[in-house]
C-alpha cells in the first residue's frame, strides 16, 4: 500500500540551471506591495514566496493554517518559499530509473546523472506555506489554474521548474502553484491533537492547507490579473488526489469553479480517525493509533499536545516508523472529510464541478521495482502458481479473480503483468470512478489517456507517471529528447487545459472534438506511437477496468456498512 514515491523524480532534472532575473515593478496587492521576477517574455512575471497562512511552527504546529501576514513595505517575492518537511535522498534511485528508462546513450544519461547529483538540496522548514503566481501583466479577469503538487503528501513542491513554464499564462491563464505541509507535518493525528483542538479531530493539515491557499485566491487574485470567480484546482498523483479531496470536503465549496485530476483518485484512500469507534478496512491505519506508533518511535509515552509539539521538526523526520506513511493521508475525521472521498463520490456528496480527469498508458513503471505489489488491496501478493494466485486474489476480487489473471498474467511473468495491474488499478480504476461519480452528481465530465514514449527506440519506460506534466506546462527538458510529435501534442494539450479553465469545456478552434466521457468516451493524447496526437477512443481498457473495479465497490461496501 506504501506508494510514498508517487513523487515525479522527472521534475529534479529540471531545477538545472537557474539564472539571476530581472526583477518587476511593484505591485499593490491586499496584503501589501510585493516585487517579483521577469521571464523570458518580458511582459510575464512570477511572484514568488508569497505567504498564503501564518507559519505552522512551535504553537500552530499540527493546527489548522492561520491567517497570513500583512506587510506595508514592499516584500521581495524573487525567491521561492522553503520546502516543506520531507525525506531527504530516498528518491535517488527513481531518478537513476528515469534517466535510464529514457533509452539515451550511455554518456548522455552519465552527464544528467552527474548534473543531478551535483545540485544543491532545496533548504526544507516547517515554515514553507507559501505560494507563487505566474501571470502576465495585460491580464485582467483571466481564469485562475491552482496547482497542487504530487510526491505521495509525502514530497514534493510547487517551486520546481517544470510547474513554473510559461505555457499557460501564454493562453491567457494566471497560474498559482502552492506548498502544503506533508507527511508527520500534514497529516498525522493523535489523539492529544484532537483534545487539545477546539474541533475535537486533528490530522489533514495538509488538506486545510490548500483549502487556505484557495480562500486566498479568492481574496487576492483579482491584483494579479485572476478572477476569483473563475478558478480551476488542478493536480498530478497527490496532487489530483487532493482534487479530489477539495471536491469532497466541504470547506473548499465555492472555493473552485472546475478542476482537473492528472493521474489519480483519492477514493481508495479509507483511513479513520478513531480505530475502535469506526473500524478501517484490512490494511487501512486508523489516525489515531498511527500518530500513537509515532509518538512511540520518539520516546513519548501518552504525551499531551505540547509535549509532541516541543519535539524538534528534524527529529520527528529523523525517528518515523517505517511504515508510517501509510498513515499519513486523508482521514475521515467528521469534520473536513464528513466522509472518505471513495464514498463522498459515490453517494454524489461532493463539490461538482466541470472534471476532466485522465491517467498514462504505463503508470507502474516507475515504481513496481521499488513495490512490487500489483494490488493495493492485497498485501504481500507474491509470484506462484496460477491457483495459487487466484486462490488469494478472492481475497480481494471474489468473482473475477480468474478473470483478472487472463487479464493479467501475473503466473507467467509477475513483474510484466503486475506493473500494468498497478497503473490500470491505483490510477484508471480510481480516475474512472471520480469521473462517472462527478457526472452521476450533476457536472459535466471529460476523460483522457495518455500513451505518449520517449523518442528512444530503447526506451522502456512507456507513458510513465508524470510524463504529462511537461505536456501540460510546455516545460519540457530538451536533453530528454523532443520531437515534431511531441511539439504538436503540447501545442494541443496546453490548449484543451486552458480552455478548460476558461469556459469549463476543453474544447476551442483548431482542436479535435472532445465530447463528455458518458462513460465511455476518452481523449487518447499520443506521441511517438505513429498514432493521432489526439483522437476520440471508446472504452479504453474498459474490461480490464471493469474487472479491477470488484476490489473498489466491495470496499466502498464495506465502509458503507462500518456508518460512516
Known amino acids: 500500500m506504501n506508494r510514498a514515491l508517487l513523487l515525479a523524480g522527472a521534475l529534479l532534472l529540471a531545477s538545472c540551471g537557474a539564472q539571476e532575473a530581472e526583477l518587476s515593478e511593484v505591485l499593490a496587492t491586499p496584503q501589501g506591495p510585493v516585487q517579483g521576477v521577469l521571464s523570458d517574455d518580458p511582459d510575464i512575471v512570477s511572484y514568488q514566496g508569497i505567504p498564503f497562512a501564518a507559519p505552522p511552527v512551535g504553537d500552530l504546529r499540527w493546527r489548522p493554517p492561520a491567517p497570513a501576514p500583512r506587510w506595508t513595505e514592499t516584500r521581495d517575492a524573487s525567491q521561492f518559499g522553503a520546502r516543506c518537511m520531507q525525506p531527504a535522498g530516498t528518491e535517488d534511485g527513481f531518478v537513476a530509473r528515469l534517466i535510464d528508462g529514457h533509452g539515451l546513450s550511455a554518456l548522455k544519461s552519465f552527464a544528467i546523472k552527474r548534473v543531478v547529483a551535483a545540485q544543491t538540496p532545496a533548504p526544507m522548514s516547517e515554515d ?236 507502474g513503471t516507475l515504481f513496481f521495482p521499488d513495490d512490487p505489489q500489483p494490488s493495493v488491496w492485497l498485501e504481500g501478493l507474491e509470484p506462484g502458481s496460477r491457483e495459487e494466485l487466484e486462490t488469494r486474489l478472492r481475497e480481494a476480487y471474489p468473482n473475477t479473480a480468474g478473470e483478472l489473471l487472463d487479464a493479467y498474467p501475473l503466473h507467467e511473468d509477475f513483474e510484466a503483468a503486475g506493473t500494468q495491474w498497478m497503473g490500470d488499478e491505483i490510477f484508471g480504476t480510481n480516475v474512472r470512478f471520480a469521473l462517472r461519480a462527478n457526472a452521476e452528481a450533476g457536472a459535466p465530465s471529460w476523460a483522457y489517456f495518455f500513451s505518449r514514449v520517449p523518442p528512444s527506440d530503447k526506451q522502456t519506460l512507456g507513458a510513465f507517471h508524470a510524463a504529462e506534466i511537461p505536456f501540460v506546462f510546455d516545460s519540457h527538458e530538451a536533453v530528454l529528447g523532443i520531437t515534431d510529435d511531441d511539439a504538436a501534442l503540447t501545442d494541443v494539450m496546453t490548449g484543451y487545459w486552458a480552455n478548460f479553465a476558461r469556459n469549463g469545456d476543453p474544447n476551442g478552434e483548431g482542436l479535435p472534438d472532445w465530447p463528455e466521457h458518458a462513460g465511455g468516451n476518452w481523449m487518447h493524447l499520443s506521441a511517438n506511437t505513429g498514432r493521432p496526437v489526439a483522437a476520440l477512443e471508446q472504452g479504453v481498457r474498459k474490461e480490464k477496468l471493469d474487472l479491477l473495479s470488484e476490489g473498489l465497490a466491495l470496499k466502498l461496501e464495506q465502509l458503507a456498512e462500518m456508518g460512516e
Open 128 to 363: 514553507c506555506l507559501y505560494l507563487n503566481v505566474r501571470t502576465d501583466t495585460g491580464l485582467t479577469d483571466a481564469p485562475v489554474m491552482v496547482w497542487i503538487h504530487g510526491g505521495g503528501h509525502q514530497f514534493g513542491s510547487a517551486d520546481f521548474p517544470y510547474y513554473q513554464a510559461n505555457g499557460l499564462v501564454e493562453h491567457g491563464v494566471v497560474l498559482v502553484t502552492i506548498n502544503y505541509r506533508l507527511g508527520a507535518f500534514g497529516y498525522m493525528a493523535h489523539p492529544a491533537l484532537s483534545a487539545d483542538d477546539p474541533r475535537g479531530v486533528s490530522g489533514n493539515y495538509g488538506s486545510l492547507d490548500q483549502v487556505a491557499a484557495l480562500k486566498w485566491v479568492r481574496d487576492n487574485i483579482s491584483a494579479y490579473g485572476g478572477d476569483p470567480d473563475n478558478v480551476t484546482v488542478f493536480g498530478e498523483s497527490a496532487g489530483a488526489w487532493s482534487v479530489t479531496e477539495m471536491m469532497s470536503t466541504p470547506l473548499a465549496s465555492g472555493l473552485f469553479h472546475r478542476a482537473i485530476a492528472q493521474s489519480g483518485a483519492s477514493t481508495y484512500h479509507m483511513s479513520q480517525l478513531d480505530g475502535p469507534d469506526a473500524p478501517v478496512p484490512e490494511g487501512w491505519p486508523s489516525g489515531h493509533a498511527n500518530g500513537v506508533r509515532v509518538a512511540d518511535a520518539l520516546g513519548l509515552d501518552g504525551p499531551a499536545a505540547a509535549e509532541l509539539r516541543a519535539v524538534p521538526a528534524q527529529t520527528i523526520m529523523d525517528n518515523l516508523p517505517d511504515d508510517a506513511a501509510d498513515g499519513f493521508h486523508h482521514i475521515r475525521d467528521g469534520v473536513v472529510f464528513p466522509q472518505s472521498v471513495g464514498l463522498a463520490f459515490a453517494t454524489g456528496q461532493i463539490n461538482a464541478v466541470p472534471f476532466m480527469a485522465g491517467y498514462n498508458s504505463d503508470e
